[in-house]
């Protein structure tokens, strides 16, 4: 889903960054090389964007065959020139598959959109069988900002032999993309740009008055960490070992991996992406719950500075500011909760650092029933860079509903073995299905008795039967329906009963004289081996 967010308030409770665009519903790629040079998110007089301080750039890329150069990433003109760099990567360093990469300003510096800006990619190399590759959103039913803000790319018209390059629009389509933004906040001094201030240029610089060692140092003053090897423009990809300077990690961040980012009571979860599904915990009413979140600040443990768990969205959009429980831990203003329907007591928070993380732990008891499952992972740090990442399926608070089952009618049966499903049918006079040549038992399908098993639904009122495989949870993974044929529509083959020695017990001569014929042969064999007179009928 698309979707805009226009202000930077939490619930009400603090000014945070901000995501401006947020368009992660992936369609397709389209390519860009040499003669489709630019991809873009145009950005019209009426789009949402005009105005809004950006810093960040998140695309979905890959490449394919040989990709010498780089790729640009930032705001171009309608020239194609550059106007504002926020990173490139290699080309070739891009991975085969489509990954999200990250580029940023350095920390205080934005960008303030215009109208006629052109956000994306650039890349002059390769051809249209070399190329990188950007993931677009092809949904028109959805679009981020309708008609007003757009895909548009450069290129030539191959198809339509155009002589010229020039823009191709399309109102109803965007590229996949983020661009996050921050509130206006600055440290004293510094300007937010490259020469005055407290800046790496001139004034208060590296390596004289206010700097990195000395005077007003990480963590206070108007002097900004600056990290080894970073430059003007920052960016984390796989081209570049210099963590993230954009925002927390949980574990999904390019060079801020780690796969231990939730836990709730005990089981562990891997935070790896925007949105994360995981299997359901149920906590009943007056149980005690801990939840620990862990992150990664690129400056440093030290550098961390909110947490935020958001709980029960009662359906509404998956946003912290529509949560009736907020638990948050905040290193100036300590632990506090937000709960006005009374789901939880006895709160607490704690965090705690070591070397590399910091770890956020809430722990309370579950006041009454809350069915929502889903939670919010939210944490900013002392920069007031902010990340979030939605969890569906965490947690549940009392049992699941009870569901009334209606009386199974008598014309629909379970089986649990096929050999009594084949004696039903048959004396029903039905054919054998196809369904049945394959599967004949549970371990066929699932290896040990952690797995699940299989059944058979036998409907003779609407003349089907059903195979349904479920794994140990009661979840069904698989289901195939086939109808049923009586005997006199169907010509021998290989799916009757008959097929592969196979008789039916109703075929009473031809089960008679296949005894006949077996007997004939048992005392054939005897008779070579001396002992006829067990099988001659006329000694007494």
């Known amino acids: ?13 603090a000014t945070t960054p901000v995501v401006y665009m947020h368009d ?3 369609t397709f790629g389209l390519s ?6 630019i991809q873009s998110e ?68 934005s960008y303030s959109i215009q109208v006629g800006d052109r956000i994306g990619i650039k890349y002059t190399g390769g051809n249209n069988t070399n190329f990188v590759a950007i993931m677009t959103d092809q949904d028109e039913a959805d679009p981020f900002d309708g008609a007003n803000t757009y895909l548009s790319y450069y290129a030539a018209c191959v198809e339509c032999n155009h002589p010229h390059s020039r823009w191709w629009d399309y109102p109803t389509k965007d590229l996949y993309m983020v661009l996050e933004g921050t509130s206006a906040t600055q440290e004293p001094g510094s300007t937010g740009s490259n020469g005055t201030g407290n800046t790496n240029g001139t004034g208060n610089t590296n390596g004289t008055g206010n700097t990195n060692g000395t005077g007003n140092t990480n963590g206070t003053g108007g002097v900004i960490p600056t990290p080894v090897g970073s430059s003007s423009i920052s960016i984390f990809s796989s ?11 949980f574990g999904g961040v390019t060079n801020e991996i780690f796969h231990d980012g939730l836990t709730i009571n005990g089981k562990v979860y891997d935070l790896y992406d925007y949105n994360v599904d995981v299997p359901k915990n149920i906590a009943q009413v007056n149980e005690t719950v801990k939840i620990t979140i862990k992150q990664q600040v690129f400056w440093g ?22 949560a009736d429980l907020i638990l948050r831990d905040d290193k100036t203003d300590g632990p506090a909760f937000s709960d006005p329907e ?8 704690t965090t705690t650092t070591d070397a590399q993380y910091v770890y956020t732990t809430f722990t309370f008891t579950a006041a009454k029933v809350m069915p929502d499952t889903n939670i919010m992972v939210s944490a900013w740090d002392y920069y007031k860079r902010v990340n979030n990442v939605r969890v569906h399926g965490a947690i549940q608070f009392g049992p699941d509903p009870t569901v009334e089952l209606s009386q199974v009618p008598d014309w629909i049966q379970t089986f649990d073995t096929l050999s009594n499903l084949s004696s039903t049918l048959e004396n029903l006079g039905y054919a054998k299905p196809h369904i049945l040549d394959h599967i004949a038992n549970s371990g066929q399908v699932w290896a040990g008795t952690d797995g699940g098993k299989v059944q ?21 993974v698989y289901q195939q329906t086939e109808p049923l044929v009586k005997f006199e529509k169907v010509v021998p083959g290989p799916h009757s009963w008959q097929a592969q020695g196979q008789l039916g017990s109703m075929d009473v001569d031809k089960l008679e004289k296949v005894k006949k014929e077996e007997q004939s042969k048992v005392k054939t064999t005897l008779e070579k081996i001396g002992y006829n007179v067990y099988f001659d009928q006329n000694l007494r």
């Open 239 to 249: 081209e570049n070992p210099v963590p993230s300077l954009v925002k927390p990690s």
């Open 301 to 322: 443990p030290g550098y961390w500075q909110h947490v935020a768990l958001g709980m029960n969205f009662g359906g509404k959009e998956f946003e912290m500011y529509n």
């Open 342 to 349: 009374g789901y939880i007591r006895d709160f607490n928070a």
């Open 456 to 476: 058979w639904v036998l409907d003779t009122k609407e003349e089907k039967i059903t195979l349904v495989i479920s794994d140990n949870n009661g979840n069904q």
């Open 42 to 109: 145009y950005v019209s007089n009426t789009s949402v964007l005009v105005g809004k301080q950006i810093d960040t750039i998140i695309v979905k890329l890959r490449h394919l065959g040989l990709t010498p150069g780089n790729v640009e990433v930032g705001i171009f003109n309608t020239d194609q020139s550059v106007k504002k760099l926020f990173g490139t990567v290699g080309a070739s360093t891009l991975t085969h598959s489509y990954k999200d990469y990250t580029f940023s300003l350095p920390v205080n510096q």
């Open 32 to 37: 860009t090389y040499s003669q489709r040079e």
């Open 24 to 26: 992660t519903a992936g």
């Open 1 to 13: 889903m698309a979707f805009v967010t226009p202000s930077g308030i939490l619930h009400g409770y």
